[in-house]
């Protein structure tokens, strides 16, 4: 339907037509959907490479030096990055350009990119309907043929589900793959810098090229498999059988009927395929959604706290230290980022409850040991991407506990460190599109792409 | 009726470690640069930063906390500890809490008059703030100092004398200097004391409040700080007024403790783990390797000053006050073992000469070896003490020592030519000889005023009253 930019698409074409491209589809979409917050000054790069002229989108809370990175915040609205994120700096180290940033969630704090100072993103697919979120507007520069690859974050499916509501493919890394420097922190244990694409070929060729072992942030490290990818032919894969799990029981995870319906016509095409799919039952899955709350938000809590007007963004000059902090974090932030940090102070409070915080944290590593044992026993896990399909505008937006539940599938590979891809594999009746979610063990991010590329391909 | 009082006293003491970088960042971890100068995007918290933990800093405190004999976690991490306050870059600081370095430990040390000990909560490592100068209403803020590498001694509250402070301060100053992890100098805040105190009427209860000083950054402050509030809590308390716990600051000028907050006030402050640094597993062999390093502390030198040296305490003390003195020590005793005539010239008229030429040991140009062969020549009588006195002040600024024997016009006496020079005067001196065999023991400082004469002062006295004891008995 549209004028999508994949690499195939790019190979034999010169940087003036693909920006050309580029800017008739800016024209045509932007104000209509709300994609981009910025268009920045982009010119040919001079350096060759893996991804040369590949048009790159970034969200809002990636770092580009001396460029602004807001994250859609009042308080941030003006901040310039003072250096580039590690992977910005890969991608154009290999020839590729930054078109601009794009719209998202204040702090990637929400599912529909409604939260934003700028405005929602409207589904490029029917602009009655939201974008997802938070990289809302990642997903939708992808569909609309701003760029071929969009970086966005994903801290509990914010890559994923808004890249399932537009009909992208969204990989989110396992824990470690992507170097966060220069991605402004939410919850430093679960967010992850992610990709939204055209296709998973597209996407692994970037991500070898992004992944490295960065000294600037410890808990990355270099994935020799995945760095293969960069060159890799995808239709040569064949690998041993591999064994996908599936849900049969979505009691205790409630999910629409389309979708339920959508998935089981996809399980079914996979066994007339001939794939190996087993009935699992996801362990713990119904507590994910609510543990991931208590985590992330307590950890959003302290990351935040740095944005007190004194040293950069928002700022006043009124009254004392603590009425100008106040002043600043009162006027800088939105409802939803106030909530989290709100709840997170809460529930880390000393004396709160029954110590939720350090019982989140013990489950936590529960659940990782049983998804160590699930994954002992299957390569994949095949869930829906979200429980519904998307939703309208405005439809949620004063229902936080029904905005939170889109990340009822997604949470978990944050959880667990994970790596796992939404891939558009599904519509509705009324034409908009349903992404089902592939899942892996942590650090098999190479594995996960290739099967992901033959299953695409097979499905036709 | 007169209650008896009993004070609670526990000290957190923080040390800055000597490091070259600061604790997350590349940074120079120094001491007076212009303000803001050694500051980059990790260490004022801007956004999209990460820590870059130090592993020196792991080390020295591995080191430091084997050294307070402390329990080693093999599992240790960071935690945030979060608070607002301007001198927080990120508003919440990088410390230990839950899996500090080391902890349960006990702290050996000494003083002039003897042995103590303490026992230590734990020892963690953590970020420095920046530094806030008020400025005519103004607060400004230096972050040189943020992120720089500290370590958190916490003693359990087991100190019951305010007089056991200032040696436990001291010795840990001390240790910290000889084990080279920092340089502890108190007027450049690289060591800095909160004190909690509070009282108890009773030995067997435990105060259910105690009163927190902060920031105390001299010895003095210390001890006046806490005799300040030991007096003013007693008054309080006998006043029948009930205490709470309560952070105060003290003032250096009108001698008294402010108020800062009050528990109400005091935060919370919501602990989370640091994901952004994995948590260290350390192994057995891993930290025992560091053992060695924590060999020598001053406990330890003392210890073996006194056992196998034959040393006073009181001496031993004194030499261990600066690591350079003890080690100018060392080397000269490799030249002779008359160690207690050694610690009395280095302790004495050494030391003197030096401070009053304003040149510190390191700068000294008299050389071990030159020491010792004076000490040699005092020994054997060739040399007088009174004489090597007056010398001193040109050895001490590199003199050498025979042209300065020569300048001087020095005969240096041997044992044999005093004797020779004892017995002319002998000889020369019949009457008082004969008084002496009488009984005259006074007679003898006559002899001695005759041999100072006869060596033109050179002749050691306490050699020339042995020798002449001998002869004149004869």
Redesign the interface.
């Known amino acids: 339907m549209m004028n999508r930019i994949t690499f195939d698409g790019i190979k034999e074409k010169s940087f003036k037509s693909i920006s050309k491209h580029i800017n008739e589809n800016i024209k045509k979409n932007n104000s209509k959907f709300n994609i981009l917050i910025e268009k920045f000054n982009y010119d040919k790069n001079p350096n060759g490479g893996l991804l040369e002229n590949v048009p790159i989108t970034i969200k809002d809370n990636i770092?580009y030096k001396n460029h602004i990175?807001s994250?859609a915040s009042n308080i941030?609205k003006n901040?310039r990055?003072?250096?580039s994120?590690y992977v910005v700096e890969k991608l154009l180290g290999e020839g590729a350009f930054i078109v601009g940033r794009t719209n998202m969630d204040e702090f990637a704090m929400g599912s529909s990119t409604e939260y934003s100072i700028y405005g929602p993103t409207k589904n490029p697919i029917d602009p009655k309907f939201v974008a997802g979120g938070s990289s809302g507007g990642a997903a939708a520069s992808i569909i609309t043929g701003i760029a071929s690859i969009a970086l966005g974050s994903d801290t509990g499916g914010s890559i994923r589900q808004p890249a399932a509501f537009c009909g992208a493919v969204g990989y989110k890394p396992t824990y470690g793959v992507f170097s966060?420097?220069?991605?402004?922190?939410f919850s430093?244990?679960l967010d992850q810098i992610g990709i939204i694409g055209n296709n998973v070929g597209d996407i692994a060729k970037s991500a070898a090229v992004m992944n490295g072992k960065d000294?600037?942030?410890?808990?990355s490290y270099l994935d020799r498999e995945l760095k293969h990818l960069a060159e890799y032919d995808f239709d040569s894969y064949e690998g041993e059988r591999k064994i996908i799990g599936v849900i049969h029981d979505f009691s205790d995870t409630p999910i629409s009927k389309e979708i339920e319906n959508s998935y089981k016509k996809l399980i079914s095409e996979l066994n007339k395929m001939n794939y190996e799919v087993v009935s699992i039952f996801p362990p713990f899955l119904e507590y994910s959604l609510p543990l991931y709350h208590i985590l992330a938000n307590?950890?959003a809590?302290?990351n935040l706290?740095?944005y007190?007007g004194?040293?950069?963004g928002l700022s006043n000059n009124e009254g004392n230290?603590?009425e100008r902090?106040k002043k600043a974090r009162t006027e800088g932030f939105g409802r939803e980022v106030k909530r989290r940090i709100l709840a997170g102070?809460l529930i880390?409070?000393?004396?709160y409850d029954i110590d939720l915080?350090k019982k989140a944290?013990k489950l936590r590593v529960l659940l990782k040991k049983n998804y160590d044992v699930l994954f002992s026993t299957v390569n994949f896990v095949l869930m829906p991407t979200t429980p519904t399909s998307p939703f309208k505008l405005g439809e949620k937006i004063n229902d936080p506990i029904a905005m939170y539940n889109n990340d009822a599938f997604t949470t978990i590979a944050n959880i667990i460190g994970s790596c796992a891809i939404s891939l558009p594999l599904g519509t509705t009746s009324g034409g908009l599109p349903i992404g089902f979610q592939l899942m892996a063990a942590p650090k098999e991010d190479a594995e996960l792409l290739k099967f992901s590329y033959k299953l695409m391909k097979d499905l036709g | 009726m007169k209650s008896k009082h009993y004070t609670v006293i526990g000290l957190e003491t923080h040390i800055q470690l000597n490091t070259t970088k600061k604790i997350f960042c590349n940074c120079k971890n120094s001491y007076g640069a212009p303000p803001n100068t050694n500051i980059c995007p990790i260490c004022t918290g801007q956004p999209g930063t990460l820590p870059v933990f130090n592993k020196d800093v792991l080390r020295k405190a591995l080191v430091f906390s084997y050294a307070l004999n402390c329990k080693l976690n093999l599992f240790t991490r960071f935690d945030r500890k979060n608070y607002f306050y301007p001198d927080t870059p990120k508003n919440y600081q990088i410390t230990q809490h839950d899996y500090p370095v080391g902890y349960d430990g006990e702290f050996y040390f000494y003083s002039e008059k003897g042995q103590d000990s303490i026992k230590i909560k734990s020892i963690q490592m953590e970020e420095d703030s920046a530094k806030i100068k008020h400025d005519a209403g103004d607060i400004l803020i230096d972050y040189n100092r943020a992120g720089i590498p500290l370590l958190e001694i916490i003693s359990e509250a087991s100190f019951h004398d305010i007089n056991n402070i200032m040696p436990y301060l001291e010795f840990l100053k001390r240790t910290a200097r000889f084990l080279k992890i920092s340089n502890c100098n108190m007027e450049e805040g690289s060591l800095r004391v909160d004190a909690n105190i509070s009282i108890s009427t009773d030995k067997n209860i435990i105060p259910d409040y105690k009163i927190e000083i902060k920031n105390l950054n001299s010895f003095i402050a210390v001890k006046n700080s806490l005799l300040y509030e030991h007096d003013r809590q007693i008054e309080l308390l006998s006043k029948g007024k009930k205490l709470h716990e309560e952070t105060r600051s003290w003032d250096e000028k009108n001698k008294k403790t402010h108020l800062l907050r009050k528990k109400e006030a005091i935060s919370d402050y919501r602990f989370i783990p640091e994901a952004n640094i994995p948590p260290f597993l350390l192994s057995e062999k891993e930290i025992f390797a560091l053992k060695s390093d924590a060999d020598l502390t001053p406990y330890f030198i003392i210890n073996n000053l006194v056992n196998n040296y034959h040393i006073e305490l009181k001496q031993a003390y004194k030499l261990t006050a600066h690591k350079n003195l003890y080690e100018y020590f060392i080397e000269v005793s490799k030249y002779t073992y008359s160690y207690k005539k050694i610690i009395n010239w280095l302790l004495g008229d050494v030391v003197f000469n030096l401070r009053k030429a304003d040149i510190t040991i390191d700068e000294m140009k008299l050389l071990p070896e030159t020491l010792a062969k004076v000490i040699e020549m005092i020994e054997n009588g060739e040399l007088s003490g009174k004489l090597v006195k007056t010398m001193l002040p040109e050895l001490v600024k590199g003199k050498d020592l025979d042209k300065l024997i020569e300048e001087k016009n020095i005969i240096i006496y041997s044992k044999k030519e005093l004797e020779r020079t004892i017995d002319k005067i002998i000889k020369d001196n019949p009457k008082e000889v004969k008084l002496y065999k009488n009984g005259k023991e006074s007679i003898l400082s006559f002899f001695i005023g005759k041999v100072m004469e006869e060596t033109g002062d050179q002749g050691d006295p306490a050699l020339s009253k042995e020798i002449l004891i001998n002869k004149l008995i004869k």
């Open positions: 770092f990175a994250c941030l901040y990055a003072p250096y994120a966060r420097r220069g991605l402004v922190a430093s244990s000294p600037h942030d410890l808990s307590a950890e809590a302290s706290s740095r007190d004194l040293k950069y230290y603590f902090v102070t880390t409070s000393e004396g915080y944290q």
